[in-house]
């Protein structure tokens, strides 16, 4: 009885996966349809065929990335305890997005990248959309109980957003053990910055909205 053969993943997520190896080993910049080929045992012309040009390999890639961070975040929002608060439900998405980052490097540094991707191809924004789905419905549910109540929720969810993404640039490059060492790894960056933010957020659901600063007149 012949042994069982592993399925062979179809010939384009294949690429991709070559293409994550690729950034991760040699970096955005050196990444070949060429490289990606030989990586595979392909044809040189068969990333092309997929993808197109470059653009249309990160594109792709990205649109991966996206999706993946879907999946990781929706498996952190499963794991939140029935009692926990709508600002500890927030948070947990943010640790979910400080994950994949650590784990999925090559994805995370192409993402973000506008110069390298097609902004109009339909499947990367639809992958986007969804996983902003994630964040902004956990913050319309929160916002509905007084969380953030005196914020819209585009900008709680870019103030949310930019505060993680930042630190986790920060954890990237290797910037927070430089300026605070010993302050713990990814998750616990993570969770640092989500529950500071969260508190401040919370502690307004039983004030007044902050009175209009009066606009200054030049001249």
């Given amino acids: 009885m012949p042994a069982p053969t592993t399925p062979t993943p179809p010939l384009r997520d294949a690429l991709l996966l070559a293409a994550e190896e690729e950034v991760d080993e040699h970096g955005v910049g050196a990444v070949s349809l060429r490289a990606i080929a030989r990586r595979v045992g392909v044809s040189h012309q068969a990333p092309g065929h997929h993808f197109g040009d470059r653009n249309g390999l990160f594109t792709a890639l990205a649109a991966k990335g996206f999706r993946t961070l879907e999946r990781r975040?929706?498996?952190?929002?499963?794991?939140?305890?029935?009692?926990?608060?709508?600002?500890?439900?927030?948070?947990?998405l943010g640790v979910g997005y400080m994950v994949f980052a650590k784990q999925h490097p090559a994805l995370f540094a192409v993402m973000f990248r506008p110069e390298l991707l097609d902004g109009d191809d339909p499947d990367l924004a639809a992958a986007r959309a969804?996983?902003?789905?994630?964040?902004?419905?956990?913050?319309?549910?929160?916002?509905?109980?007084?969380?953030?109540?005196?914020?819209?929720?585009?900008?709680?969810?870019?103030?949310?957003?930019?505060?993680?993404?930042?630190?986790?640039?920060?954890?990237?490059?290797?910037?927070l053990d430089t300026f605070f060492p010993g302050i713990g790894g990814a998750q616990a960056v993570a969770r640092m910055v989500t529950e500071t933010l969260n508190t401040g957020l919370a502690a307004e659901a039983g004030e007044p909205p902050p009175a209009p600063r009066p606009s200054r007149r030049r001249g």
């Fill in 73 to 92: 975040m929706l498996a952190a929002r499963r794991r939140i305890p029935g009692d926990a608060t709508p600002a500890e439900r927030v948070a947990t």
């Fill in 130 to 175: 969804s996983a902003f789905g994630v964040l902004l419905d956990e913050i319309v549910a929160a916002r509905a109980t007084g969380w953030g109540r005196h914020h819209s929720e585009t900008a709680l969810a870019l103030t949310c957003w930019s505060t993680v993404h930042g630190a986790v640039t920060l954890w990237r490059e290797g910037t």
